[in-house]
C-alpha cells in the first residue's frame, strides 16, 4: 500500500516534469543547456568533485526553473488582477532563479576556464 502510494507521488512528479518540458520554453532551454555541459565536461575532463559540483548546479538551475514557474502559475490562479504582492512574488522568483544561474555560470567558469587556457 505505501510503495503504491510511493509510486503514485512518482509518477505525479514525471507528469510535472513532462508539463514543466511541454510549457517552458525556459525549462527546455536548461535541459539543453545541461546536456551541452555535461558533454563538454566529457570531452574536457572533470575530477569525481567536479562532476559533483556540476550535477548539483544542473539539477539546482532545473529545478529552481520549475519552482518559479509553480509560483507563477499559483499566483496566475490566486488573481487576474493587477496586485503589488503578485509581482512581488513572481519577481523574486525570477530573481532567485537569476541568482542562482549567475552563481553557477561563475562557478562552471572557474572550473572550465583553467582547463582550456
Ligand atoms: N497579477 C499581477 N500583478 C502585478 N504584476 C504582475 C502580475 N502578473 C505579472 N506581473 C508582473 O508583470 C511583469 C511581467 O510579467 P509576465 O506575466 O509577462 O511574465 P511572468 O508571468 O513573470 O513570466 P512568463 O512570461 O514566463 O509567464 C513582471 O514584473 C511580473 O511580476
Not at 569525481?48 to 548546479?57: G, Q, S
Request: glycine share 6%; no cysteine.
Amino acid at each position: 500500500m505505501k510503495a503504491r502510494r510511493f509510486f503514485r507521488s512518482f509518477q505525479f512528479a514525471a507528469q510535472g516534469i513532462g508539463t514543466a518540458l511541454k510549457r517552458e520554453q525556459n525549462i527546455r532551454f536548461h535541459f539543453l543547456a545541461a546536456i551541452v555541459v555535461v558533454f563538454t565536461g566529457i570531452l574536457t575532463g572533470l575530477s569525481y568533485m567536479e562532476w559533483l559540483v556540476v550535477i548539483l548546479l544542473i539539477g539546482g538551475m532545473i529545478a529552481l526553473e520549475m519552482i518559479n514557474s509553480a509560483i507563477e502559475r499559483v499566483v496566475d490562479l490566486a488573481t487576474v488582477e493587477l496586485h503589488p504582492l503578485a509581482k512581488q512574488s513572481k519577481d523574486m522568483a525570477a530573481g532567485a532563479v537569476l541568482v542562482f544561474a549567475s552563481a553557477s555560470a561563475i562557478i562552471g567558469l572557474l572550473i572550465f576556464l583553467p582547463k582550456w587556457l
